[in-house]
């Protein structure tokens, strides 16, 4: 406890005590000089020390310095350390050190990106980030994009100026008059749409139940034969990167189908869009530019920290529209003000690392890091395929592989066991109606070694 007259005073005082900020970035240092040789997963120990901050909120302050030793003693073992590149659950991604050291800096100058007046920087950088994914992802020249939280908040974004616009194209303003009574919009969707694109769907008061399914093929593609005739009413869902097995959509095809009965079609890729940033594999993303707003992740495959997705859309109007706000206090400019983009209005400035991330690597830094993960991703499936009892169920065409073993107790049993041996991290799906070990490689730090040491727990698992 300081002993200070008031809590402004020692305030001021932390405020120019460097030795805080110091320890907060070397613990942060040593996290990640540290991350190749630890758990991957925090032992039962470490999170049983939770417990400690299981309390009422103090009475009176605590000392800034003991506060980030209680984090960094607490809650430092507990964490999961997606930083290790063995780190293979759900579908995440790892930070390039640049995009972290600028949104380190960053969140020093503690930026407000919903207008250009209240942070000229934050604006500027979203606008050259958005000019860079245009030219990247060869997307519209008149695009734009909303810097938001992820890609959950970008399939929401990019549905909302989809429900917009096809109700405008039927003479109803959706904003004006709501969804009551109003003209019935078309849902298409293939039967292995992301969950968060059924969120949204539900979000907007479009209904689950309204969603026209279409039949997918073994490796989880819309079959362009069962997709029915689409109209000026529908919004056609495609998909960039399935979340177990990777695969995408038959873009090129569906697109123009779409644009001939003036259907909108949205695009969620959230981390499988950046397939198309690489000669080698952008032929798994053809026609993606055809789509009328899509969605990608920042904090995925392009490993900034969290939270990072973009929402990009064709149609400035029914974006901004959607989404729009005003009020007597709002100073519009004529720079970019990011928050007719985006659902939010305070907001913090994603655009800095992003910028930063994409400056640092390049064009073919990008390309790069990104084939790296599917060739990690093929290794592995290589290495494990060529031990007795496991199967690759999937086309590696990305960078997920699901794993399968001869039963489905079998498969939960060996990834428990991986799970417990903490070389590496895996989680479990269903495919096919088969229980299936999910291994998704989304970070530039896994390297040859991580894929062979994690293959080699994997076997210790089944035969252990
Ligand atoms: C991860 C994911 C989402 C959700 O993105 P968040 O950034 O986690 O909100 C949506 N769609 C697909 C295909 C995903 O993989």
């Given at each position: 406890?300081?002993?200070?007259?008031?809590?402004?005073?020692?305030?001021?005082?932390?405020?120019?005590?460097?030795?805080?900020?110091?320890?907060?970035?070397?613990?942060?240092?040593?996290?990640?000089?540290?991350?190749?040789?630890r758990n991957v997963y925090p032992t039962e120990e470490a999170i049983a020390q939770?417990?400690?901050?299981?309390?009422?909120?103090?009475e009176s302050p605590t000392a800034a310095v003991e506060v980030l030793d209680t984090l960094q003693r607490y809650g430092?073992?507990?964490?999961?350390?997606?930083?290790?590149?063995?780190?293979?659950?759900?579908v995440t991604g790892g930070m390039v050190p640049a995009g972290l050291a600028a949104k380190t800096l960053a969140a020093y100058w503690d930026q407000n990106s919903a207008m250009y007046v209240l942070s000229p920087v934050a604006a500027t950088l979203e606008h050259v980030v958005e000019q860079w994914l245009k030219e990247l992802f060869h997307f519209p020249t008149d695009a734009v994009a909303g810097f938001v939280s992820g890609s959950s908040a970008a399939n929401l974004c990019g549905l909302a100026a989809a429900r917009y616009r096809q109700l405008q194209k039927l003479n109803w303003d959706v904003n004006e008059k709501g969804l009551f009574g109003a003209p019935r919009l078309r849902i298409v969707a293939g039967n292995q749409a992301h969950s968060t694109i059924l969120k949204a769907v539900a979000l907007l008061g479009l209904g689950k139940d309204q969603i026209e399914w279409v039949d997918t093929d073994a490796q989880?593609?819309?079959?362009?034969?069962?997709?029915?005739?689409?109209?000026?009413?529908?919004?056609?869902?495609?998909?960039?990167?399935?979340?177990?097995s990777g695969s995408y959509d038959d873009f090129h095809t569906l697109c123009a189908q779409a644009k001939a009965?003036?259907?909108?079609?949205?695009?969620?890729?959230?981390?499988?869009?950046?397939?198309?940033?690489?000669?080698?594999?952008?032929?798994?993303?053809?026609?993606?530019?055809?789509?009328?707003?899509?969605a990608l992740d920042g904090h995925k495959t392009l490993n900034t920290p969290y939270d990072s997705g973009i929402v990009m859309c064709?149609?400035?109007?029914?974006?901004?529209?959607?989404?729009?706000?005003?009020?007597?206090?709002?100073?519009?400019?004529?720079?970019?003000?990011?928050?007719?983009?985006?659902?939010?209005?305070?907001?913090?400035?994603?655009?800095i690392e992003l910028w930063a991330?994409?400056?640092?690597?390049?064009?073919?830094?990008l390309q790069e890091m990104i084939l790296g993960m599917h060739q990690r991703a093929c290794q592995f499936a290589d290495e494990i395929s060529r031990i007795e009892g496991f199967t690759v169920l999937n086309d590696v065409v990305f960078n997920q592989v699901l794993v399968q073993c001869a039963t489905d107790a079998l498969t939960t049993q060996t990834m428990q066991r991986v799970q417990e041996q903490r070389a590496c991290w895996v989680g479990g799906s269903v495919w096919n109606n088969r229980k299936v070990i999910?291994?998704?490689?989304?970070?530039?730090?896994?390297?040859?070694?991580?894929?062979?040491?994690?293959?080699?727990?994997?076997?210790?698992?089944?035969h252990a």
């Open positions: 406890m300081h002993h200070t007259e008031s809590i402004q005073h020692a305030m001021f005082l932390d405020n120019r005590n460097k030795a805080l900020f110091e320890q907060a970035q070397e613990y942060g240092f040593k996290y990640l000089e540290e991350a190749a040789s939770l417990a400690f901050f299981e309390e009422p909120l103090p430092g073992p507990a964490t999961v350390c997606q930083a290790s590149g063995r780190y293979f659950g759900f989880g593609r819309i079959i362009p034969e069962q997709v029915p005739l689409l109209d000026a009413s529908t919004i056609l869902i495609l998909q960039a990167g399935n979340v177990n009965a003036n259907a909108w079609v949205h695009i969620d890729g959230a981390f499988g869009l950046w397939a198309a940033v690489v000669p080698q594999l952008n032929h798994l993303t053809l026609g993606i530019e055809g789509g009328d707003s899509w064709a149609d400035k109007e029914a974006l901004t529209h959607a989404l729009h706000m005003s009020g007597s206090y709002i100073v519009k400019s004529d720079h970019r003000d990011g928050m007719y983009y985006t659902p939010e209005m305070s907001r913090t400035s994603r655009g991330t994409l400056k640092y690597l390049g064009k073919t830094g999910r291994v998704s490689i989304c970070s530039w730090v896994t390297t040859a070694a991580d894929i062979t040491t994690s293959v080699q727990s994997f076997a210790q698992a089944l």
